[in-house]
């Protein structure tokens, strides 16, 4: 099992920049693929990004794509979201999470039902 929480959100102007990080604690966090999410109000939840359990692959969803960057840091059982260029439609509260992978694997999940374990959220903000 493990715990996911989220840091790194806040308020931003468009254009701008911000780095989300999610701390997993808990055993074996390598063996987990990872996960982005967002919810905007009154909307659904939305794929934003996804890492594979190996750290190879990613995938990105249409609406971030070649802004947004996700990495790991398996040493420090934490998972990043580099995003710049941020439009007001990014806002959203950021979801982090984790399925765990029984073999190593470069499988990068992109829906939400794969993944077993969630984070609380950061609320990002940005301003027009």
């Known amino acids: 099992q493990v715990q996911l929480v989220e840091s790194g959100g806040g308020l931003v102007q468009a254009g701008g920049s911000l780095r989300l990080s999610c701390a997993a604690s808990g055993r074996s966090f390598s063996a987990y693929a990872m996960g982005w999410f967002r919810q905007a109000p009154g909307k659904e939840r939305e794929f934003v990004a996804g890492?594979?359990?190996?750290?190879?692959?990613?995938n990105y969803g249409d609406s971030v794509k070649g802004r947004v960057t996700m990495s790991r840091d398996n040493a420090k059982n934490t998972v990043f979201l580099q995003m710049s260029s941020l439009k007001p439609e990014d806002t959203a509260v950021y979801f982090c999470?984790?399925?765990?992978?029984?073999?190593?694997?470069?499988?990068?999940?992109?829906?939400?039902?794969?993944?077993?374990?969630w984070g609380q959220g950061t609320q990002v903000t940005v301003s027009s």
């Open positions: 890492l594979s359990r190996s750290g190879e692959s990613t």
């Open positions: 999470a984790a399925k765990r992978m029984l073999v190593f694997s470069a499988y990068a999940p992109i829906s939400s039902d794969e993944y077993t374990y």
